[in-house]
C-alpha cells in the first residue's frame, strides 16, 4: 500500500469509528451478560462471608473476653477485619459498576481493584500487625486460659461457618473455570475478579486460623505451656501477613493493567480468524476495565480494494465476533496497520471453514 493510500485509511477508519463502533456499544451496554454473572456470583460470595463472620466475630470476642485467650482475641480480630474487608468489597462493586461520564469515559470498574487493595492493607495492618503485637505481648507477659472449652467451642462453630463461606466460594470459582482442569492457586493468580479471589483467600487462612488458635488454646490449657497461646496468635499474624502480600500483589497487577487470560486471548484470536477480509492482524492488545469489561485494541488491515462500506460493515463484524468470543468484551478500538495489505503469510482467515464478510464484494 502506498503512503497515500494509507493515509486516506487512517483518516477514513477514524470516520467510521466515531460514527458505527461507538453508537454500537452504547446501544449493547446494559447486556453485558457474562460480566453481570460473575457481578451476581461474587456479590451473593461477599454476603455469606460477611454474615458469617460478623456473627463469628461476635462469638469469638465474648469467649476471648470469658477464657482469657490471646490466641481467641486474635480469631476474633480476624474475624472482625474479614467482616471490614467484605463491606469494602461490596463498596468497590457498588461504586466500579457506575456507568461512563466525561472523566472516567470507559467506566469505573478499575475502582473494583482500587478498594481490593485497601483490603489488603487492613488485612496486613489491623490483621496481621496486631496479632504479632499481641501474641509477642502475651509471649512476654502469659495469662492462664479460662473456661478453654468455651473457646474450642465457638471455635468449632467459626470452623462449620468458615468451611460453609469457603464452600460457597469454591463452587463459584468452579463455576468460573467452567470444568476445566485450573488448579486453586493458579485461578488466583489469573483471576480478574478480586471480590472472588479475596473471600477464597481469607475464608482458607480463617480455616487455618482457627486450627492455629485451637492449638494453643489446648495447650496452654491441658498441657500448660503459657507461651502456646501467644505464639498461635503469631502464627495467625504472620499467616494473615502471608494472605495480605498476596492480595496486594495481584491486585497491584490488576490496577497497573492486565490483559485477558491465555484461554481468552485465543478465542478472540480464533474469532478473528474467521473474518476473511483481514489480511493481516498484527496486533491484538486487550485490558481489564474491572471483573467483568475488557478492551481490545486490534492492528490490523483489510484488502484494498475495500469501500467505506465495506469496512464500515467489517469493523461491526470483527466486534460482534468477538462480543460472541466473549461476552465481557464491550470496546473494541480499530486501527490500521502500517504494513502492506497484502495477505500476511500463514494468516488467511478465508481459508477457515463458515467464514464469511462482505468485504470485497
Known amino acids: 500500500m502506498i503512503e497515500a493510500d494509507l493515509e486516506y485509511l487512517r483518516a477514513m477508519?477514524?470516520?467510521?469509528?466515531?460514527?458505527?463502533?461507538g453508537p454500537f456499544w452504547l446501544q449493547d451496554e446494559g447486556t453485558i451478560l457474562d460480566?453481570?454473572?460473575?457481578?451476581?456470583?461474587?456479590?451473593?460470595?461477599?454476603?455469606?462471608?460477611?454474615?458469617?463472620?460478623?456473627?463469628?466475630?461476635?462469638?469469638k470476642f465474648i469467649a476471648s473476653w470469658i477464657s482469657g485467650s490471646t490466641a481467641m482475641l486474635t480469631e476474633a480480630i480476624h474475624s472482625l477485619v474479614d467482616t471490614g474487608d467484605q463491606v469494602l468489597l461490596l463498596v468497590g462493586q457498588k461504586r466500579g459498576a457506575r456507568p461512563p461520564d466525561t472523566r472516567h469515559p470507559l467506566g469505573h470498574g478499575m475502582e473494583t481493584?482500587?478498594?481490593?487493595?485497601?483490603?489488603?492493607?487492613?488485612?496486613?495492618?489491623?490483621?496481621?500487625?496486631?496479632?504479632?503485637?499481641?501474641?509477642?505481648?502475651h509471649i512476654f507477659r502469659p495469662e492462664p486460659v479460662i473456661s478453654p472449652w468455651i473457646s474450642i467451642a465457638v471455635l468449632a462453630i467459626a470452623a462449620v461457618f468458615e468451611a460453609t463461606s469457603f464452600r460457597i466460594a469454591y463452587r463459584q470459582y468452579r463455576r468460573v473455570v467452567r470444568g476445566r482442569p485450573?488448579?486453586?492457586?493458579?485461578?488466583?493468580?489469573?483471576?480478574?475478579?478480586?471480590?472472588l479471589f479475596s473471600v477464597l483467600l481469607e475464608d482458607f487462612a480463617a480455616?487455618?486460623?482457627?486450627?492455629?488458635?485451637?492449638?494453643?488454646?489446648i495447650a496452654a490449657s491441658l498441657f500448660h505451656v503459657a507461651w502456646a497461646d501467644g505464639l498461635a496468635s503469631i502464627a495467625i499474624g504472620l499467616l494473615l501477613a502471608s494472605v495480605a502480600f498476596v492480595l496486594?500483589?495481584?491486585?497491584?497487577?490488576?490496577?497497573?493493567?492486565e490483559a485477558v487470560a491465555p484461554i481468552v486471548m485465543e478465542r478472540l484470536k480464533a474469532a478473528l480468524s474467521r473474518i476473511d477480509c483481514i489480511t493481516s492482524l498484527?496486533?491484538?492488545?486487550?485490558?481489564?476495565?474491572?471483573?467483568?469489561?475488557?478492551?481490545?485494541?486490534?492492528?490490523?488491515?483489510?484488502?484494498r480494494d475495500s469501500t467505506t462500506d465495506m469496512i464500515e460493515e467489517a469493523?461491526?463484524?470483527?466486534?460482534?465476533?468477538?462480543?460472541?468470543?466473549?461476552?465481557?468484551?464491550?470496546?473494541?478500538?480499530?486501527?490500521?496497520?502500517?504494513?502492506?495489505?497484502?495477505?500476511?503469510?500463514?494468516?488467511?482467515?478465508?481459508?477457515?471453514?463458515g467464514a464469511r464478510s462482505n468485504c470485497g464484494t
Open 13 to 21: 477508519w477514524g470516520n467510521i469509528l466515531c460514527r458505527s463502533i
Open 35 to 59: 460480566g453481570r454473572i460473575m457481578a451476581k456470583g461474587s456479590t451473593r460470595v461477599i454476603i455469606v462471608a460477611l454474615t458469617g463472620n460478623l456473627a463469628i466475630a461476635l462469638a
Open 113 to 137: 481493584y482500587f478498594w481490593s487493595f485497601i483490603v489488603a492493607l487492613m488485612v496486613f495492618l489491623l490483621g496481621g500487625v496486631l496479632s504479632l503485637y499481641e501474641g509477642v505481648r
Open 182 to 195: 485450573t488448579r486453586l492457586w493458579n485461578f488466583i493468580k489469573a483471576s480478574k475478579d478480586p471480590a
Open 207 to 217: 480455616l487455618i486460623g482457627i486450627c492455629f488458635a485451637a492449638a494453643g488454646v
Open 248 to 257: 496486594a500483589n495481584e491486585t497491584r497487577s490488576l490496577i497497573a493493567g
Open 282 to 303: 498484527d496486533e491484538v492488545a486487550t485490558l481489564h476495565l474491572g471483573p467483568g469489561k475488557i478492551l481490545v485494541a486490534l492492528t490490523l488491515a483489510f484488502r
Open 315 to 353: 469493523i461491526r463484524e470483527v466486534t460482534e465476533a468477538l462480543r460472541k468470543a466473549d461476552e465481557r468484551v464491550v470496546y473494541v478500538y480499530v486501527r490500521p496497520s502500517n504494513k502492506s495489505s497484502e495477505t500476511r503469510p500463514g494468516y488467511d482467515g478465508s481459508r477457515v471453514t
